[in-house]
Each structure stands twice: as C-alpha cells, then as structure tokens.
C-alpha cells in the first residue's frame, strides 16, 4: 500500500473516512452463502439523514442506514462527540436504521459538531465493528476543515499508548499560562479527536487558528481526565494547522481504520503531583490487618488510634510505591481483637480549592472468621474428643498443631548470584527474628563442612521482609537452617523448622555485557532496565554514570535495553508535571546501526556495546519518528507473518498425522509460497 501527502479536499477525505467499511471492505456481494467462511466484514453505510455536512443544522434526529441489521457496543466507552455537548446524544435502532436523537439546547451555534462512533457500530450476526464511522454538521454557515495528525507514546515503555483522548483549546480564547497550567480543569476542548490503537490520530474539522494541544488515557473511560489516575501528555508549543507541513493519510486494510503519518508527538506519563489527597478506603481485611487507601501519594497522617491497640503495636506498611495505600499490622493477641475495630484518624486532605487542611475521621472496622467446611469439620471433632474424655474422667490433651506461620514465596531450593543477597518474605511482618540462631553451611567437592557467617538486613520500605548475604563461592553448596521458633508472626506464632538449599550461579550459563557510557554531560546518570523481548524486567542497573560497565549473569535469551535519563538521580523514572509544564524523564530503547531493538545473548559470550547518550537522547524530528513506526510496524507485519506460516505448518502437520497422508504437505506448500507474498503489498503500512 502506497502513501500519498494529502492533496484533497475535506470533503472527498471525510466521505472516505465515513464510508471506509464501505469503500475498503465491500465487495459487491453483501451476504455470506449458508456453510461458507465466517463473515468477517463490518456493515456498510447507505446513506444520512440530513446529509453529511449539512450546515444551519437544527433538527433533533439524525438517520443512517447500513445495509445490514447492525448492534450497538460499548457506547459508554466508544461513542464522544467533538466538541463536548452539553448533553450526550442517544441511539436507537429500528431496522436497519441508527437513529441519533439529539437535545437541541446542548448544541452552541455557528460550531461544527462530529459525532465519533469508535466501534460502537457493528454488525448484528458476528460482531464485526465499523471503524472510522463519523458523522458531521454544523451549526453556523460552513465547516471547520483543517487537520492534523498525530502519536500517542507511553513515555516509560517508549511504545505506542492507544485510545487516548486529545483536547484542542483554541490558543486566543483560553489565559496564558506562566508557572501554573490549570486549561485541562478550567475549560473545555474546542475540538477533540482520539488516536487508535497504534497510538495515530487524524484530527478533523479544526480551525486555522492556534491551538494549545493535550492528551489524556482514560483508564476508566468516564471522558473526564483525573490527575495520579489517567496518564496525560502535553506539548510546549502551540500548533495552527493552517501551518503545518503536508502529512501522507491511508486506509490501513489490516486493521480497518485510517492512519497517518504524525505531526505532532506526545509523550505520556502518569501525574500523581496534582492529584487531590482523600482517604478513599478503609477496610480490615484480616483479623490483624487494616488497609487505607489514599487518593494522592505520601499521605501525611496526624494522628491515628484504634481502640484497645497500643500506638506502639501498630506496625506500618506501605505496599505501593507512592505511599498511596498502607497497611496497618496490629501486633497484638488475637483474642484481643474484637470483631469491630473503632479507629480515629486526622491527616491532611484537599480542600475545594485544593489546599491541604487537618481533616478527622472516625472509622468503624468491621471483620470476622468464617470457618472453611475442613476447619468446622476439624473442631468439631476435637470438640466430641474433649466432651467424651470429659465423660470418662480422663484428661485430654489437644494434639499438636501444625504452625500457621507462612513465609511468603520462599523456596525450599533457590540459586543466588555472587555479591547479591536471599530475601526472605512473610505473610504478616515478623515480631521475633534471632538472628543467632539461623545456621549457614557449606561444603564443596571434598564435603568438606563449613559454617558460613550470614549478614543481616531488614529491607528499607517493607517490615515483611529480610534480606540475607554472605560470600558465595561456585564451587560451594549451601543449606540454610532456620530452627523451630526463630520466628514469630504478630499473632505470636512460630515457624516450623526451614532448611533451605541454595546453588551459586554458574556465570558459564550465562552472558556477559560490557557497556561503554558516553553521558551527555559530565555527572549524568542513567537507570538501565534490560527486559525480555514481551517487556518483563529481568535487571535493572541504577546510577549508571560515564566509562565501562561490566554486567555478568546475564540470561542468554533475546534481549531489550531501555534507558531512562534520570535527571534528578533518584534512581527510577519520574513522570512529569502538567501544571507546571514539566515533561517526564525520557526512556528510549538502545538501538543498534540498523536500528534494531532486540538483541540476542548466548552462554558463555561477552557481548559489548557502546551506549552514546547524545545520539540515543538526541530530539526527535517528525521524519525520526516516522521512520521508527515504519520500521516497528514493519517488524511486527513480519512476525505476524512468522506466526502465521508457523500456524499452517502445525495445522497441517495435525492434519497429516490425523490422516496419515503424505500428500497433504503439497499442496500446504503452495499456500505458503503464496503467503510470502503479503508483506510485499503491506510495506507501506501504518
């Protein structure tokens, strides 16, 4: 599929985005004959009561017919007009028919309206949606007809972020902002538009004029942007699209939308700086624990009291990593603890005007043991055992219980990498931990027995966590012994008996990186996070600053390197602030000559790479960006290929041995010959 620069007129364009089911999709058949393949064609429009583009509109309904009987899906989610009415239109359907009944009062005049439908269209029998279906009008005497484009990026991941709302606010109708930007809560967007899944948007029926320009993921999808909730983005310049350069527009086949090539570049984060602070939950969610779920990081709690526990026994957990919600471990006996807790809590919360005040709440905790069938079961017994020695006047003693003490995924047999630790977790944080009485051994080849010093850590945010260390040495086994009672939970119980085999990594089973930093400046620091090829973490090297860096037990697999510039070298990605106009730390992928992310690592093998800070966090031009989504898109069209020919290889190969036909490979390999062939047609994709 071939680009072309837009040299068209509004109204041609908007037609084809309108009746794109139609115009891309459509053949002339409309039905699927009975026992044929499964229809996957959305439905396609006829026509528009009034007509597409109608100007002085004032009628409260609006028709149009598909030519098939269609459903309606996820409205709440799909379905936004730009810009904002008053009032929400409401569809119906009769027959083939969508009717659009609108609230006259909720249009303003001389504004041009498009109604977005996202995939709330679809077709009735299997669900295939209409993408791209938009219906405009305007009130006054003509049509807003400038566009732009655009991408939606989730600036941490450095990958495409979709469904992101983008607002349009007309520059001269809104104040300037200096050191304070409140336009995303004090007024509404002029135009809005919304990108798809592959992170593009087309903006239509904008105004030559200047626009301040935002973008928002609704995570709830309510349409309404909330600070620490949804992820925003914003750019520092404002945009007139009456003087933004020609951008190439296409029918994307494969995905059933149209898409473009992006004018302006978003960079989303999450902003928890702006977000209002409010106790949001309270629950006990076990005899010993309580939750407080906070809406803003870092609450400053006051005062906090819970009838007949000691401020002292109340043990404080924080359990994500803004603060935002906290666990309280009462470490008192059980028996102490009745069902309903009474608790007093004063911290400092926003006020309508969004400064911080005192603010007192009392809480009232409700929780209670419901037995499991087998604990019933099992009491119930000891109970007819007790009464019947009871009854025949011999003492009865309650037999021995199995601890309820529980370490938190803790291995019987674990593998530890040379100069880093064991952390050992627990389900609730532990009120006794001897230290003394935990026992180290070693052996090697000659088993020969050695007794190994442990170092001792409490981890910095969790008390549910230690971290052990010693000197590991390959050549060496280690078993850890943790004896009866060395441990005791809040509940005053304590562990059973732990031995815990431990292997020292052999570093030949693994690769080796070699880094060559060249900062941007003299001092800077970088947070590097080597992930998987699917994004899953598997190390992260904090404060990497100038020179070489040796990296050992590496896993041999296909690999990613993401670098974050961590301006204020805190060690971890920072999101920005939209009020104060202050982008997020970047993130970007290390690339090598050909521009490939991925690498791969193999055992045994140093693997060196240069990491040039100037080049990988140089500024984006538009043209770099397109290039990286040509060649992104390009690379998932050819593993979507991979995985599709490896799908005919096993389909056929079930079907051979199901058969037990030799001849079925034959004609299987001239549907594979002709397969190769779709990616000679899709290069010019996204």
């Not at 007024?187 to 626009?211: D, M, T």
Request: contains cysteine; aromatic residues 10%.
């Amino acid at each position: 599929m071939i680009r072309k620069p837009l040299h068209m007129s509004l109204l041609t364009l908007c037609v084809i985005i309108l009746f794109a089911g139609a115009f891309f999709t459509r053949c002339a058949s409309i039905g699927t004959p009975s026992g044929g393949p499964r229809d996957s064609i959305p439905p396609a429009v006829l026509g528009a009561m009034p007509e597409l583009y109608t100007t002085q509109f004032n009628d409260d309904k609006i028709y149009i017919t598909f030519n098939e009987y269609v459903q309606l899906k996820d409205q709440q989610k799909e379905l936004y007009t730009s810009p904002q009415m008053k009032k929400p239109p409401k569809l119906l359907l009769r027959g083939k028919n969508l009717i659009i009944e609108l609230v006259k009062d909720s249009l303003s005049p001389n504004t041009t309206y498009a109604i977005e439908f996202g995939a709330t269209v679809a077709d009735n029998n299997e669900g295939n949606p209409l993408h791209g279906l938009r219906y405009v009008f305007s009130t006054g005497d003509s049509i807003d007809s400038m566009l732009m484009s655009g991408y939606t990026e989730d600036s941490h991941k450095g990958d495409s972020l979709g469904r992101a709302f983008i607002y349009f606010f007309e520059a001269d109708s809104i104040e300037k902002h200096e050191e304070y930007d409140s336009t995303m809560f004090k007024y509404k967007p002029s135009k809005i538009a919304r990108s798809q899944k592959n992170g593009i948007f087309i903006a239509q029926n904008l105004k030559p004029v200047n626009y301040r320009v935002y973008a928002f993921w609704d995570s709830n999808d309510n349409q309404t942007y909330e600070p620490s909730i949804d992820k925003v983005g914003f750019l520092d310049q404002e945009y007139n699209p009456a003087q933004m350069p020609p951008f190439a527009m296409w029918y994307d086949s494969l995905r059933r939308y149209p898409s473009a090539d992006p004018q302006l570049y978003f960079r989303m984060f999450q902003d928890v700086s702006f977000a209002r602070q409010n106790l949001q939950e309270s629950k006990r969610t076990d005899c010993h624990r309580i939750e407080l779920q906070f809406s803003a990081a870092n609450p400053e709690i006051r005062e906090l009291t819970i009838d007949g526990v000691p401020n002292d026994k109340i043990i404080i957990e924080p359990i994500t990593r803004g603060r935002d919600t906290l666990a309280l471990w009462l470490n008192v006996p059980s028996e102490s603890l009745p069902d309903t807790l009474h608790t007093h809590i004063t911290y400092l919360k926003h006020d309508s005007v969004r400064v911080l005040q005192e603010h007192s709440e009392d809480l009232k905790l409700v929780w209670r043991l419901i037995e499991t069938r087998e604990q019933e079961r099992e009491r119930e017994r000891l109970e007819k055992e007790k009464k019947k020695a009871e009854d025949e006047g011999r003492e009865w003693i309650e037999p021995e219980r199995p601890s309820t003490f529980q370490f938190d995924n803790l291995s019987k047999s674990i593998e530890v990498i040379p100069d880093e630790y064991i952390t050992l977790g627990f389900a609730t944080p532990p009120t006794r931990f001897d230290s003394t009485r935990f026992e180290l051994i070693s052996w090697g080849e000659q088993k020969d027995t050695l007794k190994e010093s442990i170092i001792f850590m409490p981890d910095s945010i969790s008390p549910r966590k230690w971290h052990l260390k010693s000197k590991w040495v390959k050549e060496r086994k280690y078993q850890l012994h943790i004896p009866t009672d060395a441990l005791a939970d809040i509940t005053g119980e304590g562990n059973d008996s732990l031995d815990i085999n431990i292997d020292v990594a052999d570093i030949d089973k693994f690769a080796t990186l070699v880094l060559d930093v060249k900062p941007v400046a003299v001092g800077d620091e970088y947070l590097l996070q080597i992930t998987d090829d699917k994004g899953k973490l598997v190390r992260e090297i904090q404060h990497l600053g100038a020179g070489k860096h040796t990296i050992s037990y590496i896993p041999a697999q296909d690999l990613k390197m993401r670098i974050i510039e961590d301006k204020n070298r805190n060690g971890r990605w920072d999101g920005g602030n939209m009020v104060e106009r202050r982008q997020s730390e970047r993130a970007e992928f290390y690339k090598n000559d050909q521009e490939e992310e991925l690498f791969t690592t193999k055992t045994g093998w140093e693997f060196e790479f240069t990491l040039d800070m100037n080049k990988l966090f140089a500024p984006i031009s538009m043209e770099q960006l397109i290039e990286r989504l040509d060649k992104r898109e390009m690379q998932r069209l050819i593993k979507a290929e991979e995985e599709r020919k490896k799908a005919l290889i096993e389909k056929a190969n079930e079907h051979n041995h199901n058969h037990n036909s030799s001849g079925g490979m034959g004609s299987m390999g001239g549907m594979l010959g002709g397969a190769g062939g779709m990616l000679k047609g899709a290069g010019g994709l996204f």
